[in-house]
């Protein structure tokens, strides 16, 4: 049966009436949010639909032609966006040997000492790198007051929590009970996974340690030029959430406050985990902010907690790169959680650049991803990265807040979040939204 015209246009006006309401809820949720931007579009938007259903009902009737055409575009358009359809993208696999050392990182480097033997025999390796980490040595640095956003509280507060992860360090490893406990494997997992949701962990995963998960040699403090020895066959990875609003002030003081409160998080968690494993009497190591032996984000993307993306950043598919990771490693055997290979995210990343659009420091790129055997799909510059952090004085954090997956986790968000997963045409109208609401190039948010 046809319906008549007037049952077409009440269905018009009942169709964009809904639409105006999901409109003002979307700005009810922005609100909450602190995204003023978006909150005013949102209701205007809404304001604009609701005018238009007014004017329709007073309007001669074939004007009212107009409300059924624009609602059948609509309808039809959603229907296509929200048809499933899906890219492949494939993500190098990892060598079968370990192929990073620990004293090329680029906080391994600022530590260096000149006249000191690991300063000479770095540079005699490495002559080209030197020019550059002087300059970076030149620089004020993280959380100095010369910095160009000191801010004496913030910066005390994120040097508390640095000063108390390297307290963790004597706690990474410990002795092993000699009573080996009986466990099922499944009973233990299952602990395991309700014991780190309760302290505050946000995903936890299991996978089987390779060697491209480690370093092959050391680089920090008393540890540097060893070769990392590994005993272990499982790792436990983990993240926690960073809050939102301290990470949208990036790049300025509330970053690191925030970044370096959930390491102090993470390392709490994880050398907790690490000895309630030995109780057991299995073996567990630790692996924190800076006394690290594993690559984190590669075995959180193996042990299914994202991809890594344009950033060079472990993306997580409910919170983006706003977390931060912490692993242990052991030789209690567990059930492997299968890497979700999550090629929509990774075309997201692809098609976005939102990052490498607001990266201050010219550090992330923009081009299309590679496709190297044991090469990520992007690489960043960590030298320019690591400048512009010596400049500022703190871990600047801006790419991770302006990320369009750093949005909170609540309904709104993992509906757009679903749509990106179902159709990469849909990806497109999400990115062009979160542009068009919150900015291209967004500006921190500012508690003052």
Not at 195 to 202: D, M, R
Request: hydrophobic fraction near 40%.
């Amino acid at each position: 049966m046809i319906p008549s015209t007037a049952e077409l246009f009440y269905f018009s006006a009942a169709f964009l009436s809904i639409s105006a309401i999901i409109l003002i809820w979307a700005a009810k949720v922005s609100w909450n949010e602190k995204e003023i931007r978006a909150t005013k579009i949102l209701l205007t938007a809404s304001i604009f639909i609701l005018a238009v259903i007014g004017i329709s009902f007073i309007l001669p009737f074939p004007y009212r032609y107009i409300i059924v055409v624009f609602t059948g575009f609509v309808f039809i358009s959603t229907i296509i966006l929200l048809w499933p359809s899906r890219t492949k993208i494939v993500v190098p696999e990892l060598p079968e040997t370990s192929f990073h050392d620990e004293r090329d990182t680029i906080f391994s480097r600022r530590d260096l000492k000149s006249n000191t033997d690991n300063y000479e025999y770095y540079y005699r390796q490495n002559p080209e790198k030197k020019e550059t980490d002087d300059y970076h040595r030149s620089l004020p640095g993280i959380l100095s007051p010369d910095s160009l956003f000191y801010d004496p509280l913030k910066y005390a507060q994120a040097d508390a929590n640095f000063t108390s992860v390297e307290a963790l360090y004597p706690l990474i490893n410990g002795p092993v009970n000699s009573n080996k406990a009986e466990l099922k494997q499944d009973e233990v997992e299952k602990e395991i996974l309700c014991w780190l949701k309760k302290q505050g962990a946000h995903s936890v995963g299991f996978c089987e340690l390779k060697p491209a998960h480690f370093y092959h040699t050391r680089g920090r403090r008393k540890n540097y030029g060893k070769k990392t020895e590994n005993t272990h066959s499982f790792a436990i990875a983990f993240t926690v959430e960073m809050d939102f609003l301290n990470v949208k002030a990036a790049p300025y003081a509330p970053i690191i406050v925030e970044s370096s409160a959930q390491y102090l998080r993470s390392g709490l968690i994880a050398v907790n985990l690490a000895a309630f494993i030995r109780q057991l009497g299995y073996d567990a190591r630790a692996h924190i902010d800076g006394n690290y032996e594993v690559i984190c984000p590669i075995v959180a993307r193996d042990a299914g907690l994202g991809e890594i993306g344009r950033m060079g950043l472990l993306m997580t598919p409910s919170l983006g790169p706003r977390v931060r990771i912490a692993v242990v490693t052991t030789e209690l055997t567990l059930s492997c959680h299968s890497r979700k290979e999550n090629s929509a995210m990774i075309h997201f990343c692809k098609i976005c650049k939102k990052c490498s659009t607001n990266c201050p420091g010219n550090a992330i790129p923009d081009s299309e991803p590679q496709n190297k055997p044991y090469q990520p799909l992007w690489k960043i510059n960590h030298d320019l990265c690591f400048r512009y952090w010596c400049k500022t004085g703190t871990d600047c954090g801006r790419c991770i807040s302006v990320c369009p997956f750093s949005h909170p986790d609540n309904l709104l968000h993992r509906l757009v979040r679903a749509g990106i997963y179902n159709s990469k045409h849909f990806a497109r109208i999400a990115l062009f939204l979160d542009d068009y609401l919150y900015g291209r190039k967004p500006k921190p948010f500012t508690y003052r």
